[in-house]
């Protein structure tokens, strides 16, 4: 979902990440086109997206997304 995408894009730990998946290096995609790679460690993950790339001001995009 977007909220994903704006976690991820902004450097933020991803945590809903299924049980089912193996521990190790997962690659995330939202529609189909992927965005990169976390870590997954069982109970958490570490997000890998580059800290350079990253956005700095995910709160306003997350308030452009709910219509405030």
């Known amino acids: 979902?977007?909220?994903?995408?704006i976690s991820f894009l902004s450097?933020?730990?991803i945590?809903?990440?299924e049980a089912s998946i193996?521990?190790?290096?997962?690659?995330?995609?939202?529609q189909d086109l992927p965005l990169g790679f976390v870590k997954h460690l069982g109970n958490r993950s570490?997000?890998?997206y580059p800290?350079?790339?990253?956005i700095r001001?995910?709160?306003?995009i997350r308030q452009n997304l709910n219509g405030a």
Do not use: A, C, H
């Open 46 to 48: 570490n997000n890998l």
């Open 15 to 17: 945590i809903t990440i």
């Open 57 to 60: 001001n995910s709160d306003k």
């Open 22 to 30: 193996p521990k190790g290096f997962v690659l995330i995609s939202y």
């Open 51 to 54: 800290q350079e790339w990253r």
């Open 11 to 13: 450097r933020e730990n």
């Open 1 to 5: 979902d977007e909220q994903m995408l």
